[in-house]
């Protein structure tokens, strides 16, 4: 395949990544549409085949392009970190760290930490019957209490602890933290330094080390695999809106999956089962997508996510169990959908059967996994178009665990296996 496709393609590619900017809320069967054209072009990158060796001075232009994005993406974080800009996402972490520091665990009932639940929940019936002859709060003094430091318990109905009140609770007992501890672990030395910049600071450190991730992977192909797989991480403004400045999370349990795939590739199944623990007590999505490597690595990987696992939750379990149940399980549990998905628009009927498809696929790609017909990269793209056009909810943050995984899978399709791999690293198929 000649050099101009091969751009063309990964540009198209990335076009349809930053299209999700413009299709967000009411746009559901949009984005499934992109969904699908992204995995379609991901088919026929494998069935072009790698292109030529690209010339030494389109490979040099084709990096300083993507140095000045890295250099973009450094200065829009570095600059939201000085400006101390503020979010309602990124002030959940702010403001988690604030109360972990003080001893209140992030998840605890009362905490308030999810404004925009908090606001909903507030407007429920059974939360309203609650209040009785109380006033319900105003729109601004949740704000208010929001943004301070204060329990936000003081917004909820004075009788919240008694037993007609029951369904009221459970209701307001979503309001806290939506993630694991790795990812509060995460923020809390650059946060406790910082203050509110620090969250940016996490997020440039992660970003920095989610490209490393990207480095390592493309060792056993050419140069121009890092350039490609670069391109589709920055060249679109979906990452850098969404967590360089709507501050989104997203980053750590991403960055998280690219070195247990990068694990998985070197045949190390310590590293992956351990990451793999790591990347969901971070954020149980996208570390789901790890468990089918855990499951073909072996009995190592396993003792290695079990015990990372236990280290990481059952502190959190011990300490505040009924809040890390309520917040990171259940909240994920019964959430309703919303206008960005597609199932949000379908009947109950085709949406069970768009997701029996949807395991049935994934199902296929996991046997072509384990008999080594497909590598794991595109088994995990793959997994995740698939969760996306069946799951509840499918905001804009999702994609970004979506882009390095997809710029490694063009690079491997589209770059030729370098002619003097890296001894110990296995080629990427």
Not at 11 to 22: H, K, N, P, S, Y
Not at 85 to 110: A, I, K
Not at 197 to 225: D, K, Q
Request: hydrophobic fraction near 50%.
């Amino acid at each position: 395949m000649s050099i101009l496709r091969a751009v063309v393609l990964v540009g198209v590619v990335t076009g349809l990544c930053d299209a999700f900017a413009r299709f967000d809320w009411d746009e559901g069967p949009t984005r499934a549409g992109l969904v699908v054209a992204v995995l379609a072009l991901v088919a026929i990158a494998r069935w072009l085949g790698p292109a030529k060796p690209w010339p030494r001075w389109f490979l040099g232009l084709a990096a300083i392009g993507v140095g000045a994005l890295l250099f973009w993406h450094l200065k829009e974080g570095s600059y939201s970190s000085l400006r101390q800009r503020r979010s309602e996402m990124g002030d959940l972490h702010v403001r988690g760290v604030q109360l972990l520091l003080r001893g209140v665990t992030p998840w605890h009932f009362g905490t308030v930490l999810d404004l925009g639940s908090t606001r909903a929940f507030l407007g429920f019936p059974e939360v309203r019957e609650c209040f009785g002859d109380e006033p319900v709060p105003t729109a601004a003094q949740v704000d208010e209490t929001w943004a301070s430091q204060e329990s936000g318990a003081s917004l909820f109905p004075g009788r919240i602890q008694e037993p007609a009140c029951d369904a009221a609770k459970r209701t307001l007992g979503l309001a806290g933290y939506k993630y694991g501890p790795v990812m509060m672990a995460a923020y809390v030395p650059l946060i406790g330094l910082h203050g509110r910049g620090g969250e940016y600071l996490t997020h440039l450190a992660f970003l920095l080390l989610l490209i490393g991730g990207l480095v390592v992977a493309s060792r056993s192909l050419r140069p121009e695999a890092v350039v490609l797989a670069g391109l589709v991480l920055l060249g679109q403004q979906v990452l850098r809106r969404v967590t360089l400045l709507d501050s989104d999370c997203d980053l750590i349990p991403t960055a998280l999956l690219v070195w247990a795939l990068v694990g998985f590739q070197r045949g190390n199944s310590g590293v992956v089962g351990a990451l793999a623990g790591l990347c969901i007590a971070a954020k149980v999505f996208p570390g789901a997508f790890l468990l089918p490597l855990v499951l073909l690595s072996g009995r190592r990987a396993w003792a290695s996510f079990v015990i990372v696992s236990a280290g990481c939750w059952l502190p959190a379990f011990a300490v505040d169990g009924a809040g890390v149940w309520d917040n990171v399980i259940r909240f994920n549990l019964e959430r309703p959908s919303d206008s960005t998905a597609l199932v949000h628009f379908l009947s109950p009927l085709t949406t069970t059967l768009l997701r029996v498809v949807a395991v049935a696929l994934v199902g296929a790609a996991f046997f072509g996994l384990a008999r080594r017909r497909l590598d794991a990269v595109t088994f995990v793209a793959l997994s995740m178009g698939a969760f996306f056009l069946v799951s509840k909810v499918f905001h804009n943050n999702y994609i970004v665990w979506w882009l390095p995984v997809l710029g490694l899978v063009l690079a491997q399709s589209l770059v030729a296996t370098s002619t003097a791999p890296q001894r110990g690293v296995e080629p990427v198929r």
